[in-house]
């Protein structure tokens, strides 16, 4: 669990632009896609994410826009900046080698007895 | 008062550091998410209750996301490090501005008992009165800054300008205090040194109880106005040359650079810059103080350039101890919430 909270941490950013470069979107529904995506791997206290769409927006990778919704409550819709989408290939590219890499090296090895945390 | 206005309540305790505005709308875009996902698990069946417990429960400790968010917001932008980096600058041009108008009036760099100044001794009302004019406009500014400050609620540029106003008042004080008679009531002194005291406490209470990083601004800033202070003193005896006051001019100007710095800077190097501006202080007090040190030893005064570069550095260590304090306060409502 440790391992794949870190990877989860290492990763926010990327899911969060990835989603962002399909359409504008806000929090809750940033939470739900990532959760139905990745079939509850990528569930986090939803809460941390607006930590990280704030750190985005104020480096420039994202840009928010507040939109009237249904009701009376307003949203804020986070859409991705061109500096964000230059980021999210740089990570893409990275994250595809890391994988390729890390799967070369351990792509066939049977976990030991206990299994892996 | 339902889990969830107690957990949104806490969320805005948690928001303390952000100005109002970021607040608002930091409360409108949680409060909208945790009322959606709510309404989507009492459709899928759940109770009010039920959905209000796992809707908290999964959007994590308040206290901790408010944290994460007001260490997002609590950065000032260029412009606010600009304005949090102003007053030492401000006071230090002001001091050098009153000092080169004197210079350029008297044509003294030598002062004291001179037969420049003797020549010019006639004159000292009507220059005393054009160098407390640039000093009188200078404190108007900083006054008025700290009132547009504590007006919009403390933003993350305040602290300095209430500390300058703050540290500049009190040595206006000290300096007029030193010509009053003494009050020869224990419970009058006692009173008096509560109420500067307190004087002295309220711009980093203010602070340093919103976040750490405007109470280190406000802590470096009255150390700063004590370095400087000293500083454009070591024109006094023994060494009577007003120009070695002009010092303050560059030193107000490293000042600023470093306040600004320790605005903007993320945490890690924040720490590198405060103990730069601590050192910076400690040695314009050391330096200022050195210049009348012998004379004091002299006429059988003790030496008070340690105590006064032990004093620049008290504003800082109260400001941490506040911040401290509040940092405490936070996880015990926490655990309090969470329990």
Known sequence: MKLRHQLRK??????????????????????????????????????????????????????????????????????????????????????????????????????????VS | MTVLEHYLREFQLALGGCDEATRRNLMEEIAGHIEEHVRALQLAGASEEEAMDETVNRFGAAHEIGGQLRAVHGRP???????????????????????????SRTGLVLGGSTPAWQAWKPDAGVLGAGMLAVLAVTGLVLVGGALVALLRRLPPWAGPWLSAVAAAGFGALTIAGEDAPPLNNALLELAVGLVVLAWIL????????????????????????????????????PLERF??????????????????????????RRWAWVLLAVLLNVGAVLVGSAVWRDWRVLQGRPDTGFYFAFLSVCPVIAALAISAARWGWGQWRGRLVAG
């Open chain 1, 10 to 115: 290492g990763s926010t950013e990327t899911l969060i632009l990835t989603l962002l470069s399909e359409e504008p979107m806000y929090g809750y529904r940033i939470a739900r896609e990532l959760e139905t995506r990745s079939e509850g791997y990528f569930q986090m206290k939803e809460g941390l994410l607006y930590p990280a769409l704030h750190q985005m927006e104020e480096d420039g990778l994202v840009r928010g826009e507040w939109r009237s919704g249904q009701g009376a409550r307003r949203r804020k819709y986070y859409h991705i900046t061109k500096k964000g989408h230059r980021i999210l290939a740089d990570s893409v590219a990275e994250w595809q080698t890391f994988a390729a890499q890390l799967l070369g090296l351990i792509g066939d090895a049977e976990p030991q007895a206990g299994g």
């Open chain 2, 77 to 103: 932008s260029r412009r606010e490090a600009l304005l949090a980096a102003a007053p030492p600058a401000l006071m230090a041009l002001g001091s050098g501005l009153s000092l080169l108008f004197f210079l």
């Open chain 2, 202 to 237: 309220l711009p980093l209470a203010l602070t340093a109880w919103r976040d750490v990083r405007s109470g280190l601004l406000a802590g470096l800033t009255m150390g700063m106005i004590l370095a400087q202070m000293l500083v454009t003193n070591a024109r006094a005896l």
């Open chain 2, 243 to 268: 120009d070695v006051a002009l010092l303050v001019l560059p030193l107000g100007l490293f000042q600023g650079a470093l306040l600004y710095l320790v605005a903007r800077a993320d945490p890690m």
